[in-house]
């Protein structure tokens, strides 16, 4: 049984909060994409957790974890959050594995990186990390995967800064490294939970491009960076917020502007904590772009959407979400590739009236109060895809589902 979650908007949706949560009944946990650019965080009664690149299924004990061959690894940044791990009392020796075939992170490749953003003619807003430098490597078959610091001939060939940096962190990472697809093997018929990076809108085919990542975030990623076949593939999770953010430059059709919204979006940053986990970035806010999540649904044939951040709205009097665009008279439901048209548009709207109480306690669907099911049911009737996980709050306690996921759709 193969279970991949995605990101349905711009990322920082909570996947990692769901991928923990659903860890404690999967056999392995494997990330598919991505690399320290992503942020993912994880709240329990005892401690908060900030991860990067270890798979969010890492903080439950004896769980293992791969980091996929779709991703990009710094070797500086794997072992300082490893040991920021250990620091708070996780014990994750023997627990977790790298895809020999996943490439890495070079500090070169960050200089390059924050060089190329200076002189793009259209910034995009990256950030400095060398993740889409390094993919864009890959792509130019120059790139150096795990395995291949291992090859003594190629090693030789490497620029002396690529081996002086790699040399201290050899031995570690051999001890981590498999090949994916005979270590898969026995996990055939077991529950095998993948996990993405960013948000759909940010892949780099899907997404609004060129303000986009460089890794897979469409659930399709789980295959060519998880190493299955797409016909092992048995249900694809999409998880979203109760209303929309972004960071970074790029097209935002449904964000808050002050002259019509007042100061909602300092509001939603405050409640909903809306800070960058790796940059610290303030996000973008906007109101729960429909338009957008009906198109991740199709693009990604989602069977199971994940509701999070709903608790972020128990104190409005009103909840209002994007439903549409308007792009020079005319009216949009479809969305569509053109920068120019996001940029342009100007949100349709619709209301909704709030609870004006807390859901923190919510336990069951039945348990929410009607106003909170109405916005829901009007999510679900819109993108005909049904709601089945909700989370009314940031600790992986507050949580609950709806039916069984760990079934083939």
């Known amino acids: 049984m193969n279970l991949v ?29 991505g690399g320290a650019n992503a942020g993912h965080t994880i709240v329990t009664e005892e401690a908060t957790y ?30 300082t959050e490893l040991a920021d791990l250990t620091e708070q009392e996780v014990d994750w020796k023997g627990r977790v594995f790298i895809s020999d075939r996943a490439h890495l992170v070079l500090p070169d490749y960050k200089a390059e990186d924050k060089d190329l953003e200076k002189k793009r003619f259209n910034p995009i807003g990256t950030t400095g990390r060398g993740i889409g430098v390094t993919y864009a490597h890959k792509s130019h078959r120059d790139g150096i995967r795990l395995v291949d610091i291992f090859d003594s001939a190629l090693w030789a060939k490497m620029p002396d800064s690529y081996r002086t940096f790699l040399e201290p962190f050899k031995a570690r990472l051999k001890e981590m490294m498999v090949d994916m697809i005979p270590f898969l093997q026995p996990y055939k018929g077991k529950k095998t939970l993948f996990e993405g990076a960013q948000g759909v809108l ?3 085919d ?38 929309s953010t972004r960071v970074g430059n790029g097209p935002f059709p449904s964000e808050f502007d002050p002259d019509r919204d007042g100061e909602r979006e300092g509001l939603i940053r405050e409640l909903g904590r809306e800070y960058g986990v790796t940059t610290g ?10 338009v957008a999540l009906k198109y991740a649904c199709r693009v990604n044939a989602i069977d199971s959407l994940v509701l999070t951040h709903i608790d ?35 949100p349709v709207t619709q209301t909704f009236k709030g609870w004006k109480t807390s859901l923190k306690e919510c336990k069951d669907y039945a348990s929410l ?18 709601v089945d996980v909700i989370g009314v709050g940031y600790r992986r306690s507050e949580t609950f589902i709806r039916k069984e996921l760990w079934t083939r759709s």
């Not at 409005?316 to 120019?340: H, M, N, Q, R």
Request: aromatic share 12%; with cysteine.
């Open 202 to 204: 940010l892949d780099l």
């Open 206 to 243: 899907w997404g609004t491009y060129p303000y986009v990542s460089s890794g897979y975030s469409a659930a399709a990623g789980a295959c060519l960076g998880g190493g299955i076949g797409p016909r092992e593939v048995d249900r694809v999770l999409g998880v979203f917020k109760a209303y």
């Open 281 to 290: 970035r303030p996000r973008r806010i906007g109101y729960l772009d429909l």
């Open 369 to 386: 109060p009607e106003e909170a099911r109405d916005y829901i049911e009007y999510i679900e009737d819109y993108c005909q895809t049904s």
């Open 5 to 33: 979650v995605i990101g349905a908007q711009w990322g920082d949706e909570g996947k990692g909060k769901i991928v923990d949560f659903l860890a404690e009944d999967a056999d392995l946990i494997v990330r598919f994409s």
């Open 312 to 346: 972020v709205y128990d104190e409005l009097d009103e909840v209002t979400a994007c439903v549409a665009y308007e792009y020079e008279g005319k009216i949009l439901t479809d969305f569509p590739a053109s920068v120019e048209v996001l940029e342009k548009a100007v």
């Open 50 to 79: 900030k991860l990067h690149l270890i798979p969010s299924g890492i903080i439950y004990p004896g769980k293992k974890v791969v980091l996929g061959t779709g991703m990009v690894i710094d070797p500086e940044a794997l072992f």
